[in-house]
């Protein structure tokens, strides 16, 4: 798919940010991704008809998951599969399992999907999936089972042409392999295009399981560049130690950053000289937790938000950056590597305070794009190389981010408000263009 223009002039006057009407106060991941969609729709002047249209997922569907425990006891799990908007190809999106799913957390995340694939101009819709379910308290073989049943209840919403999965919080390769195997038995032959973050033996890309991670240090390099600081000059902070998280405080490492605080849902550790992260990852896999590592000082996931750093990076999970917690930010950018950390009152309050956010429909979209390179393989059975497809990656982030900021110094709209309105914009015009049928 090729890009649509953005807009010269918006079709009514651009407002900067400062003037963007306030938005009622967001207490749920669906309430932040409203707001944040009001905002972009009041500068692109579209009117209640065509907000709705974006507003409003496409498809949903609602499923029992019952579970045959190890024990012989069955219990019964809720499952959610949303497809948000498919207009601008087959929607894509991550399955999360963890234990507060819910249908409107599933419809912001799908709704961010949409964004974040027409901001990165992909030929994809936006989608999401998950499971109501703690995956620390099951087996293996549990998992494996639940992920069986929930892939086969959503069955005819999926497949390599209509919506494509990926692994989200509480899910890695290995769900997706079942997801792919369990679909694949159903359909008779093997179609490994149906999900991506595979297993490299399973037509898996090279770069995918980094992907995520990678493409934020891109945009904070981006961010940084604008602002005439070197990468490797900058401290960072990274809330959340997991496969967004952990991969994303080694590369800042690697690229000469200091990493000198990270957390995740048991607690932090900090140590002013920069952690030692080969040291880090042994401790890690060896306890499950950054908790007890002896690099460094323990600290509370507040006092992580709180740091004087460079750079903050919340990669754990939605809202962390609320109108309180975002008031004691000290970082001068915020990169959101999770989807929905930062609230919108958390939004205003850091615009306030002069912190420049990255917002997450960009800064974590490396992972859906190394998605795309992983279904576009899939479907021409032809592997890519790792360096090309770093190099493909680094390409589409920062061009991305090139279109973000050029736009927001045009408009004199915040980051998050340029990417929203670039997203949401396409999107439309995709619909324009289509027409409404019948
Ligand atoms: P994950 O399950 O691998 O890791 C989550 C991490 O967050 C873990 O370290 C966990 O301990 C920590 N955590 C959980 N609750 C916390 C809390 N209340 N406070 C502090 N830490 C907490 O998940 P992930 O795949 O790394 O995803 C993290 C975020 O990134 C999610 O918002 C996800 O939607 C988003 N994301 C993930 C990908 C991807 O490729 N995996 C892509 C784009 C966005």
Not at 215 to 230: D, F, K, S
Not at 232 to 258: E, L, M, N, P, Y
Request: proline share 6%; aromatic share 6%; charged share 20%.
């Amino acid at each position: 798919m090729t890009s649509t223009p953005l807009p010269d002039t918006p079709a009514a006057p651009a407002a900067p940010a400062s003037t963007i009407e306030p938005a009622p106060r967001a207490s749920s991941p669906l309430d932040t991704a409203h707001s944040q969609l009001a905002s972009a729709v009041s500068v692109l002047g579209y009117d209640e008809g065509q907000h709705q249209m974006l507003a409003t997922p496409r498809r949903e569907i609602h499923v029992a998951v019952p579970l045959r425990r190890d024990d012989g006891e069955t219990v019964l799990f809720h499952g959610f599969r949303v497809q948000h908007n498919i207009t601008r190809g087959p929607g894509k999106g991550g399955l999360r399992y963890a234990p507060g799913v819910d249908i409107d957390e599933v419809r912001a995340l799908a709704m961010w999907m949409t964004w974040k694939c027409a901001i990165v101009d992909l030929p994809y819709g936006g989608a999401k999936g998950g499971v109501a379910i703690d995956p620390r308290d099951y087996s293996t073989a549990e998992l494996e089972r639940v992920t069986r049943r929930y892939t086969s209840e959503i069955m005819p919403m999926i497949g390599p042409d209509t919506d494509i999965m990926a692994p989200d919080m509480g899910t890695d390769e290995h769900t997706m392999a079942w997801v792919m195997d369990t679909y694949s038995v159903n359909r008779g032959y093997t179609i490994p295009a149906v999900v991506t973050g595979k297993p490299l033996a399973l037509g898996g890309s090279r770069g995918r399981g980094t992907a995520t991670s990678a493409g934020i240090v891109h945009v904070t390099a981006a961010a940084l560049r604008e602002a005439g600081v070197p990468l490797s000059d900058v401290t960072v902070a990274v809330q959340g130690f997991g496969k967004v998280g952990s991969h994303a405080a080694a590369i800042f490492a690697s690229r000469g950053a200091t990493v000198v605080a990270v957390s995740d849902q048991y607690g932090g550790v900090r140590n002013d000289a920069g952690l030692a992260m080969d040291r880090l990852y042994s401790h890690v896999a060896a306890t499950g937790s950054v908790v007890g590592f002896d690099g460094g000082d323990p600290l509370s996931n507040d006092e992580l938000l709180a740091l004087d750093v460079d750079v903050l990076v919340p990669a754990a999970v939605e809202g962390v950056l609320d109108g309180t917690t975002a008031a004691t930010v000290r970082a001068r950018w915020v990169v959101e590597g999770a989807n929905g950390p930062t609230t919108t009152d958390g939004d205003r309050v850091l615009a306030a305070q002069g912190v420049t956010v990255v917002p997450d429909v960009l800064a974590n979209a490396g992972g859906v794009v190394v998605s795309y390179f992983e279904w576009v393989q899939a479907n021409q059975t032809y592997w890519w190389s790792e360096p090309e497809i770093a190099d493909r990656l680094e390409h589409r982030m920062t061009s991305a981010f090139g279109d973000v900021s050029t736009l927001a110094t045009r408009e004199g709209l915040s980051l998050r408000d340029a990417a929203l309105v670039i997203g949401v914009q396409r999107t439309a015009e995709a619909h324009r263009i289509r027409g409404l049928y019948p």
